[in-house]
C-alpha cells in the first residue's frame, strides 16, 4: 500500500512504531512519566484516529512479513492495534455492525435455521435443475458427514461446490454459518473464534479438496467449455499465508482450455489485490482500495487473459471493481465455479 500512497501510515514500520509508542506510555516507567521526552504516544482522540487509520489501511496482505530482514510479521501487531481500535470504540462502524450482526447470528443460530432451510430447498431445486439429476442433495446437518462445508454465503459458492460434491458421490454436509468472520477483520480473537478447544478434524481450503478429485480421477472434466486464457490471482491468505499455490493451478489446467500464470510478481510474491483484511467492506475506503489495486490491474492487463479466477471472495469482489474502474474487459470468476461448469454431462456439447 505504502508503494502506492507513500502516506506514513501505509508503512509497516511507522504502524509498529505507533504501537510501540502506546505501549511506551501505558507500561514503561519512562514513557509515563516522561512521555514527551520518550516519543510515549497518549490514547486521546487524534492519536487514536491516527492508529485507526494505519490499523485499518492494511490489508494484511504480509508482503511486508515476506520482505522483512528481521523476520518480523507485522500482521499481528496490526491485529492487536485493531483491537485496540476497536476497543476504544474507533473501528469502522460498518465493520463493527457487521461482526456484532455474526456474533448474536451464533448466540441464536435456532433462530435463523427454518429460513436457512428454506433457502436452502430453492438451491436443491437449482441444483436438480442444472445437473438434470433429480436426486443431487444439499445436505445440512448430516452428523456422520466426512466433509463439513464451510461456504460464502451466496448461491454462487454452495451451487458450484454442490455439483462438485455430487458428482464425486462425497459424503457431505453444508454449514449453517458462513466462512465470513468479521471479528478477525477487527482483531478481537476471542470472539472470532468457533471452537474453543483443538479441533477433532483437519481444516482445508475447498481447493485442497478439489484438487484431490481431479489427482484421484474421481471426476471427469472437459476443459474447452470454460474457452480462452484464464489466469490465477493467489489470495494472499489462501497462498502467501495458508502455503497453498499448486492445487488450485491443478485444478485450472484440468477446468479451461488454457491456463496462463499472472504476469510476475506472482505466487508467493503476488501483489495483493488491494481489498484484503476487511478494506472491501466499508464503502469510504473504495477509492483508496482502487488506487491501491492499480499494481493489480496493470500486471492483469500484461497477462492478457479472458478470464481472471480467484479462491477468495474478497479478492473476487475488489477484482470485479478493479474490472470497471480500469476497464480491464476481463471475466472475473472462481475455481470451484470453473471446475463445476467443467463436469463432462451427457448429452452436452463443447461450446
Ligand atoms: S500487511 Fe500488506 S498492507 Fe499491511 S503493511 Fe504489510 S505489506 Fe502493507
Not at 521526552?37 to 494484511?60: H, S
Amino acid at each position: 500500500m505504502y508503494f502506492d500512497t507513500k502516506a506514513a501510515i501505509h508503512s509497516p514500520a511507522y504502524k509498529l512504531a505507533l504501537i510501540r509508542r502506546v505501549q511506551k506510555r501505558y507500561y514503561t516507567t519512562s514513557g509515563r512519566i516522561f512521555p514527551k521526552l520518550f516519543k510515549a504516544m497518549e490514547l486521546n482522540d487524534a492519536n487514536l484516529k491516527e492508529i485507526a487509520d494505519a490499523m485499518f489501511e492494511c490489508t494484511r496482505c504480509r508482503r511486508c512479513t515476506i520482505h522483512c530482514p528481521l523476520g518480523i510479521d507485522p500482521a499481528w501487531p496490526v491485529s492487536a492495534g485493531r483491537y485496540l481500535v476497536k476497543t476504544a470504540g474507533k473501528a469502522p462502524s460498518v465493520l463493527s455492525m457487521v461482526a456484532q450482526v455474526g456474533v448474536e447470528k451464533a448466540k441464536n443460530i435456532s433462530l435463523y435455521e427454518g429460513l436457512y432451510l428454506e433457502q436452502i430447498k430453492i438451491l436443491e431445486d437449482q441444483l436438480s435443475n442444472d445437473t438434470k439429476n433429480p436426486n443431487a442433495r444439499i445436505p445440512v446437518k448430516n452428523q456422520d458427514a466426512d466433509i463439513l462445508y464451510v461456504p460464502i454465503a451466496g448461491a454462487h459458492s454452495i451451487i458450484p461446490a454442490a455439483k462438485i460434491f455430487n458428482a464425486v458421490g462425497e459424503d457431505w454436509s453444508l454449514s449453517q454459518f458462513e466462512a465470513n468472520n468479521y471479528s478477525y477483520f477487527l482483531g478481537d480473537i476471542e470472539a472470532a473464534k468457533w471452537f474453543n478447544r483443538t479441533l477433532p478434524f483437519q481444516v482445508k481450503s475447498i481447493a485442497e479438496v478439489m484438487a484431490k478429485y481431479i489427482e484421484e480421477g474421481r471426476i471427469k472434466l472437459d476443459p474447452s467449455v470454460n474457452p480462452g486464457t484464464t489466469t490465477y490471482h493467489d489470495p494472499c491468505q489462501l497462498a502467501r499465508n495458508g502455503g497453498v499455490y499448486e492445487e488450485p493451478r491443478a485444478i485450472l489446467r484440468a477446468s479451461v482450455e488454457k491456463f496462463r500464470e499472472l504476469a510476475p510478481p506472482n505466487k508467493e510474491y503476488n501483489w495483493c489485490c488491494g481489498g484484503g483484511g476487511g478494506l472491501i467492506v466499508p464503502p469510504d475506503l473504495k477509492e483508496l482500495r482502487m488506487k491501491t489495486g492499480k499494481r493489480k490491474a496493470e500486471q492483469i492487463k500484461q497477462t492478457k487473459t479472458t478470464a481472471i479466477a480467484s479462491m477468495c471472495e474478497n479478492c473476487r469482489s475488489q477484482l470485479v471493481d478493479l474490472n470497471e474502474h480500469y476497464n480491464l474487459g476481463v471475466r472475473v470468476t472462481s475455481l470451484i465455479e470453473l471446475m463445476a461448469n467443467a463436469i463432462k454431462q451427457e448429452g452436452r456439447n463443447s461450446p
